[in-house]
């Protein structure tokens, strides 16, 4: 985890995610997961490039299972892409960076 992206629980997910007036982000992970440790970087790079602008946050559902199991995240990684605290859109899987950044450049 980096500066630039924010760890979230199931006990925070109201508060950083719904409530954020910022669009975020929401990257459910678990370190053992191969394709999760693949897009990582990707995520961490486009935090820097859009910072100020969007917030990328982290759920490991290991730790924090209430909130995916709610959202109905049936696999990882997921991205959820949250904007006035409403799910726009999602994103299963590694995908290219610039498939990312095209789905961020809709929400701000």
Wanted: hydrophobic share 40%.
């Amino acid at each position: 985890m980096s500066q630039l992206t924010v760890e979230v629980t199931d006990q925070t997910f109201q508060e950083k995610v719904l409530s954020n007036p910022l669009p975020v982000i929401v990257d459910f992970w678990a370190p053992w997961c191969g394709p999760c440790r693949m897009i990582a970087p990707k995520l961490e790079e486009l935090a820097q490039e859009y910072e100020g602008k969007i917030i990328v946050a982290k759920v490991n559902v290991d730790d924090s299972p209430m909130v995916p199991g709610q959202l109905g995240v049936r696999s990882i990684p997921t991205l959820l892409f949250v904007k006035g605290g409403k799910i726009i859109d999602q994103v299963i899987g590694n995908v290219p960076k610039s498939d990312l950044e095209s789905r961020i450049k809709t929400m701000i």
